[in-house]
Nanobody
Framework: QVQLVESGGGLVQAGAPLRLSCAAS????????MGWYPQAPGKQRELVAI???????NSADFVKGRFTMSRDNAKNSVELEINTLKPEDTAVYYC????????????????WGQGTQVTVSS
């Protein structure tokens, strides 16, 4: 069983930075892509940023220039730091792991964390 455990959410002031962490646990052989997807009230879940095993990243336009992301393949973990938070960044942030294999020839699966609330006050 694979579980994603998120941490780092909370109430922060606009302009402050925030770091989110996610670690996948279980008998995991490899994870292709890890990323973060916020979901604001009444809106669909959307991409913030993803990172693949080689370190290549893709991100949404609304965070370009104000985020950093890192990944530890050995620990199956990913961190996202968003600088200069804005009230519109308020959302539940979900960690995602895609292309998860439990052994070399296993079919790839996808997993989601339970989400961590980020509230940005103006």
């Amino acid at each position: 069983q694979v579980q994603l455990v998120e941490s780092g959410g909370g109430l922060v002031q606009a302009g402050a930075p925030l770091r989110l962490s996610c670690a996948a646990s279980g008998s995991i052989f490899s994870i292709e892509v890890m990323g973060w997807y916020p979901q604001a009230p009444g809106k669909q879940r959307e991409l913030v940023a993803i990172i693949n095993r080689g370190g290549g990243m893709n991100s949404a336009d609304f965070v370009k220039g104000r985020f950093t992301m890192s990944r530890d393949n050995a620990k199956n973990s990913v961190e996202l730091e968003i600088n200069t938070l804005k009230p519109e960044d308020t959302a539940v942030y979900y960690c995602n792991a895609a292309g998860v294999r439990l052994h070399l020839f296993a079919r790839a699966s996808e997993y989601w964390g339970q989400g961590t609330q980020v509230t940005v006050s103006s």
